[in-house]
């Protein structure tokens, strides 16, 4: 309601299956070339979402793809195949590696990267593989690709004239929700204030078009339309010095998302949550990326080359940096 609709669907959800294809077990750990930890926990991160690696796996998209040089869903299939299909207990994530400057300009091997930053640019980068000749499409169509089917939804942002009380509603797409944990002990005390409307005034006014000058307003933000992957990453930078902010926010099992929606009332919308990323370290400009993933129902810690089984219990207690939850 209030969203213009897609002219045309590039993938179908209806065909995107949650659960594993196949039964996994865990594959390889992945060779740490240097500084390459924040890379190798993402890659962990995606090869274990079921909905992605059962596309990956398929070989659907290098059988289509008519993409001239490097197209990061054709790395993407090698790399999950490589990882959930090889004999051997690691593996050097070389191909993600080689092209890594075409995944984002920032990133060196040889140099600390911020996992979240390199998430937002794989995801990014596969989106652009999956556009790659489809032209002219209207930008509703262009959040119906596999990509977005996973990890996309909408946000919804109310601004109400606290003059008038006159209601303007705007939306946007999103593959990933960054959440401010200054103020948080949890994971849904976090999601209650991003959802907790603003009051903007002074430089941040907005102009009503009803009273026909900038007054002060109310923002809020909802989860509109909810993705079958919801992704948050905890803010753990405190200011631009790289001071980090060490709390401990709780975060559960099973989260519902139906209170930080734009409509609370009816069923619950449940998530289980299937992947943690974790840094370790004193500032958010060194340190240690690992990760925690589930596979065939159990849970392992995945810390570069190194891949263990452990319980949920251990998995709940870490310093959370990046959450990934499924529908």
């Known amino acids: 309601k209030g969203m213009t609709p897609p002219q045309r669907i590039l993938f179908p959800l209806e065909e995107i299956c949650m659960d594993w294809q196949q039964r996994q ?7 740490n070339l240097g500084s390459t930890c924040y890379i190798n926990v993402v890659l962990q991160c995606l090869t274990y979402t079921p909905p992605l690696a059962n596309y990956l796996l398929s070989r659907e998209h290098s059988r289509l793809c008519c993409h001239q040089g490097f197209c990061m869903m054709c790395t ?14 690691v593996i050097w994530p070389r191909g993600v590696i080689r092209d890594l400057k075409f995944i984002g300009e920032e990133f060196e091997p040889d140099m600390a ?18 556009l790659s000749g489809s032209s002219n499409l209207d930008i509703s169509s262009q959040t119906t690709t596999i990509v977005h089917q996973i990890f996309g939804g909408f946000l919804k942002s109310r601004v109400t004239c606290l003059r008038c009380q006159a209601v303007s509603d705007s939306y946007k ?9 200054k103020e948080a002990s949890s994971l849904t005390a976090a999601l209650e204030k991003f959802v907790t409307p603003k009051q903007l005034d002074g430089k941040n006014c907005f102009k009503c078009r009803k009273c026909e000058k900038k007054i002060t307003i109310s923002k809020r933000i909802t989860v509109h339309h909810v993705p079958k992957v919801f992704t948050m990453c905890l803010e753990r930078a405190a200011d631009h010095t790289g001071k980090k902010i060490s709390t401990l926010v709780e975060y559960p099992e099973y989260l519902d998302l139906r209170p930080y929606m734009s409509d609370t009332a009816g069923e619950p919308v449940l998530y289980s949550l299937y992947a943690v990323v974790v840094h370790s370290g004193d500032t958010c400009l060194d340190g240690h990326f690992f990760c925690y993933t589930k596979a065939n129902g159990l849970w392992y810690k995945m810390d570069d080359e190194s891949v263990n089984n452990c319980d949920i219990h251990a998995v709940l207690k870490q310093q959370a940096y990046l959450l990934f939850y499924a529908r």
């Open 113 to 130: 990267g911020d996992a979240f930053e390199f998430l937002r640019c794989a995801l990014k980068a596969m989106q652009k593989a999956c």
């Open 173 to 181: 797409a999103f593959l990933h929700v960054l959440l401010d944990i």
């Open 76 to 89: 993407m299939e090698v790399h999950v195949r490589k990882v959930l299909r090889s004999s051997t207990s």
């Open 25 to 31: 077990r865990p594959g390889a750990g992945l060779r």
